[in-house]
């Protein structure tokens, strides 16, 4: 474990992407705050934080709901940079859109707020979504940091995914209208499918869609038909790379491969034969998404360590040990 490198706060720390960013900064030298939602009835099991090596000396764990921002002042004050990863995500169309947009949008200024109340946060990394980039009926087979999801072909598309898009691509621009204004540094984030070991309780939306030729679930195989991924391990190590590198700014893409259903099947096929998949590229109906360029990060001296196989391997045995497969 590495000296002390100071303060930065996780906002959503018993996520896929946050518990896991928070294992990596701990072992990085870093002191951690973090924020879950409240337990009135302290029934929820935070071990999988609190046994993290460092964790003794160098996590605090403080109650936070996005709904009130303000409640994020303890927990950010203090801390040099803010790493934002949590985020609801309602992918069911419950709530019409004007009500998701807007709770989005007052969700990360107030997150903002906060960090310039504090006044010694000197960078924010907010972690976005390629939902703010892909759905722009361009035919590209890579798409770079320039491209934007179109709203109104959003709209027309009527997707289940539609008001979760709209809202992460209608933020953007308060966001980056009040960092400015208030010389805020701000840097965006867009992972792509996110996969590998985990140490949270439960098993990620993105794990069991990347595993569904195993698990079965028929409905995830469009996703897959071609899939951008990225590792847990080298998305956490891109997002401290952006908190420290004085030359981060903007957005940046954060995918290192991009593969396809067939490759997916071949892999699993051949290191998992125990795993009968059957039928997996019968009447597979979706729209193949292009893949992601990370050359800008690239480009600033982030280098991969993972590739896909990484990935399976990391998720599967994680999935074994909490017996989901």
Request: with cysteine.
């Amino acid at each position: 474990m590495e000296g002390d490198r100071g303060n930065v706060c996780v906002t959503g720390g018993t996520g896929y992407i946050g518990s896991w960013l928070i294992k990596v900064l701990l072992e990085q030298g870093y002191s951690v705050h973090t924020t879950v939602r409240a337990d009135p009835g302290n029934k929820r099991d935070l071990s999988f934080l609190t046994c993290l090596p460092g964790a003794d000396e160098k996590l605090k764990i403080f109650t936070a709901d996005l709904s009130s921002p303000e409640s994020f002042d303890e927990a950010i004050e203090g801390c040099k940079g803010v790493l934002h990863v949590a985020a609801p995500m309602d992918f069911q169309d419950n709530e019409p859109e004007a009500v998701v947009t807007q709770r989005s949008i007052d969700e990360a200024l107030g997150i903002l707020k906060t960090c310039l109340r504090s006044k010694t946060v000197k960078r924010v990394v907010f972690t976005s979504s390629v939902s703010a980039l892909y759905f722009n009926n361009k035919n590209v087979d890579r798409m770079d940091e320039s491209y934007w999801t179109d709203v109104d072909y959003v709209r027309e598309l009527k997707s289940f995914v539609s008001s979760y898009a709209i809202s992460k691509t209608l933020t953007k621009k308060p966001v980056v209208e009040l960092a400015a204004e208030h010389g805020l540094d701000l840097v965006t984030v867009i992972p792509p499918m996110v996969l590998g070991p985990f140490i949270c309780p439960k098993m990620q939306g993105s794990v069991r869609a990347a595993l569904s030729p195993i698990l079965g679930s028929r409905d995830d195989y469009s996703l897959l038909l071609n899939v951008a991924m990225v590792h847990i391990d080298d998305l956490s190590r891109a997002l401290i790379f952006l908190l420290e590198h004085p030359e981060a700014k903007g957005r940046y893409n954060c995918s290192s491969d991009t593969v396809t259903i067939q490759k997916i099947v071949e892999i699993l096929s051949t290191k998992y034969p125990e795993y009968k998949i059957k039928d997996y590229l019968t009447d597979i109906e979706g729209t193949k998404l292009p893949g992601l360029s990370s050359k800008k990060l690239l480009d600033l001296g982030f280098k991969f360590k993972c590739g896909v196989e990484d990935m399976y391997d990391g998720a599967i045995k994680s999935c074994k040990e909490k017996g989901f497969l």
